[in-house]
């Protein structure tokens, strides 16, 4: 999740190098191509997860009008 800081409205992308560096060293040293496959299968779950937090900041301009179609839009992405 820490690699999603780096997209905007956040836009920390030190962090998005440091945990690009951190998932390729875990993915190196791990026993097995399985093991490689869950660590990156949770590091890639983290960072879409996170990174959808963008999509419901359109909907946020004019809350009173757009607002109930945020969940839909988050859901649905």
Known sequence: MTAA???????L???TVLALALAFGVWSAAGSGRAAA???WWFGLGWFGLGLCW???PFL??????GWMA???????
């Open 71 to 77: 969940p839909f839009g988050l859901v649905i992405m």
């Open 38 to 40: 869950r660590s990156g």
């Open 13 to 15: 992308w030190p962090l």
């Open 61 to 66: 301009v004019d809350p009173s009008r757009h």
């Open 55 to 57: 999509i419901v900041q």
């Open 5 to 11: 800081l780096g997209l905007a409205p956040f836009g």
